[in-house]
Structure formats: C-alpha cells, structure tokens
C-alpha cells in the first residue's frame, strides 16, 4: 500500500491530470470515523475479549480497504494519464485469433431479457460483494481469511491497474458500434461508462478526478473477472463457498458485454487472480488457511 501511495505520489507531478480534493472528503470521513471507532473500542475495557478482537479487524479493515479504493481509482486515472496507444485493435485481434466472436455474444445476451437482467445484477453487485465478503469473514470467525482476501485483492488490483497503463481501451462496444446511440435492449447501454473519463485524460489538458464518479479504467486485463476468482478463492472450503461461486462465475459471464471487455481480458484477469491467490496462500502465516487448521491473526 506504500509503494501504491508513493508511485501516485510521483505520477501526480508528472501528468496533467489533477484530482478534486472535495472528493475526498467522502472517503476521509469513513476512515477517521473507523479509525476513531477502532481506537475506543481498543480502550474500553467493558468489551468482551472476541467481541473487541472481532470489531478492531473489521474497523482497520474497512480503513485498509477505503484508503486502498482512493488510492487505486487514483493510480488508475493518473496511469491513463500517460498516453500509449490505444490497445483495441490489438485485444480485438486476440480474440478473433483465439475464435471468440464477442459481436454474437453480445447479441445473444441483449436479446435475452431475463439473462440481460440477471447479468446486468450480478456486474454491479461486484463491489457490494467485495465489501460484504470481507464483513462476512470477520463474523465468521475467519479473521486470517479476511486479511488474506484483503491481501490479493491489493495486490491483483494494483498489478492489474499497472498492466492496464499499457493497454487503453475505448473496450468493445464503442470499439465495435461507434455510435452507441441506437443500441436497444438495454436500460442503458452497457459498456462504455469509462469512455468520456478515459478520452478526457487522454487530452493535453488532462482532466480532473472526481473520486465519487470516477468509473474503472482498466481494461487489459479485466479486474472484475479477477474479482471473481479472488471471492471464489477468500471463501473456498466455507459453508458460502457455492454461493459466492455462482455469483461470481455470473459476474464473470456479464463481464463482456456491460464491462464491454475482450474476451482475452477476462483470461488475463483471471490468470492473473489465480496466480496472486495461489502464492499468497503459500507464504508461511498461511499455513494451513484452507485445510482443517485455522491460522490466526
């Protein structure tokens, strides 16, 4: 989290693109009050001692997690602040190497309302599930699934918005329609949130962050396809293990059309979340994290 906070540090002397330090406001106000949470509930005495251990993670955590949600949509804009070109007809061409044909997908789950509907759900539920998957392993009584879960996706986020860096994508349905404007099927067209703030920081003027409407800019590889891997892996051999499972392979599956992403990116992401999640778990404070013997911390 230092490095990610000092490498932003640098960027926003080096790029044109400044961030709205109103939109900080919202974020500063849930970790004083966290943290001021967390320093009584420490102090108390009267508390019980798993009810006071429970409560301590749970506040530093959503601390750990909102200083972490700033500072990545942070390095993310000012990253897309740099200009490499963009990456569209290279991803595009990977899929059609690889035999995707994402137009036929797209056209599938468009005329499928209750699909459409369900996959719509399930992409912007990812950061509700985030956040609630963190809580659910604190009440658990899973504290080291917590901090582990917390772990990879720090670490998956923060490598997947520095690849993306190389990589700008308009993504694929600007890509594909161009003017999106006749695109039915939808309540709104899916897909292109990011593009305005994309192309704005892309401009020589660069362009502001606003932190409570700053949308994911990063496209290769998918970071809500790594989501969903690293909910499925901090849940593993739980009782909500299937649960989260099947609301993550939905998200995964809606992730083409209203993340409007090459289907090379979901590959990407996932490989990547696989990868970070296989190594973590093998460092020594983790010993045993998904078998009969619960480590703590």
Not at 129 to 142: P, V
Request: charged share 10%; glycine share 8%; net charge positive.
């Amino acid at each position: 989290m230092s490095v990610v906070i000092g490498t932003t540090l640098v960027l926003q002397t080096l790029v044109t693109a400044r961030v709205d330090p109103k939109s900080l406001i919202l974020f500063g106000g849930i970790i004083t009050v966290c943290a001021l949470l967390s320093c009584y509930i420490k102090l108390r005495g009267t508390f019980p001692d798993v009810f006071r251990e429970r409560m301590q993670l749970l506040l530093k955590g959503i601390v750990f997690i909102f200083v972490a949600l700033a500072t990545l949509r942070i390095f993310n804009h000012l990253t897309m602040s740099v200009v490499f070109p963009l990456a569209d007809p290279l991803l595009d061409n990977w899929d059609k190497v690889l035999g995707f044909d994402w137009m036929a997908y797209f056209t599938f789950v468009q005329h499928n309302f209750l699909l459409n509907k369900i996959l719509h759900i399930a992409y912007i539920g990812f950061d509700g599930a985030s956040l609630f998957g963190f809580l659910a392993l604190i009440l658990m009584g899973r504290p080291a699934r917590a901090r582990y879960f917390c772990e990879i996706f720090l670490i998956t986020a923060t490598v997947s918005v520095s690849i993306a860096m190389f990589f700008p994508a308009v993504a694929t349905v600007a890509y594909y329609f161009g003017d999106v404007a006749h695109i039915d099927g939808f309540s709104s067209v899916p897909g292109i949130a990011h593009v305005e703030q994309l192309l704005a920081l892309r401009e020589p003027s660069g362009a502001t962050v606003n932190l409570l409407d700053a949308e994911g800019l990063a496209a290769f590889p998918s970071f809500h396809t790594a989501g969903g891997i690293l909910l499925i892996a901090g849940f593993y051999k739980t009782r909500w293990f299937w649960l989260v499972t099947l609301f993550a392979v939905t998200m995964i599956a809606a992730t083409p059309v209203f993340g409007g992403h090459y289907f090379v990116d979901l590959f990407a992401g996932g490989a990547l979340a696989v990868a970070v999640s296989v190594l973590n778990a093998r460092r020594p404070c983790y010993r045993g994290l998904f078998g009969t013997e619960q480590c703590r911390h």
